[in-house]
C-alpha cells in the first residue's frame, strides 16, 4: 500500500551505507580518542589548543558526516547545520570574551 507518509520517506532514501564503513569510522573515532588523551600528557605551549581543537573538530564532522548521515542531506540541511554552528561559535566566544573581561577587572 502507498501511503503519503511511505511515498514521502521512499523519496528521502539515501544508498545503503555497508557496516564496515560504520566500524571504520569508528575505529578512526577511537584512534583519534587515544590521540587526545596522547596530546594532553605533553606540554605542547600554544600549540596545546589548536591541536585538541583540530581533533575535535575532526572528530565531530566524522559523526556529522557518518553518523548524523549529512552526507545525503540536500543543500537546505547544509545551511542550517552551518547557521547552527556560527551560532555555537558566536556564543562560545561571547563566554570567553566575558570571562576574559571579568579576569582582567579583577
Known amino acids: 500500500m502507498n501511503t503519503p507518509a511511505n511515498s514521502l520517506h521512499s523519496e528521502d532514501a539515501h544508498p545503503e551505507t ?3 564503513v560504520y566500524y571504520s569510522v569508528y575505529g578512526i573515532l577511537m584512534v583519534l580518542l587515544v590521540l587526545t588523551v596522547v596530546v594532553a600528557y605533553f606540554h605542547l605551549g600554544a600549540l596545546a589548543l589548536p591541536i585538541a581543537m583540530a581533533i575535535a573538530i575532526t572528530k565531530a564532522a566524522l559523526v556529522v558526516w557518518y553518523f548524523m548521515h549529512m552526507k545525503y542531506t540536500g543543500k537546505l540541511m547544509w545551511i542550517y547545520s552551518t547557521v547552527g554552528m556560527l551560532w555555537l561559535i ?7 570574551i566575558d570571562a576574559y573581561a571579568r579576569s582582567i577587572g579583577n
Request: a neutral charge; charged letters at 0%; glycine letters at 0%.
Open 18 to 20: 555497508p557496516m564496515s
Open 90 to 96: 558566536i556564543l562560545i566566544c561571547s563566554i570567553l
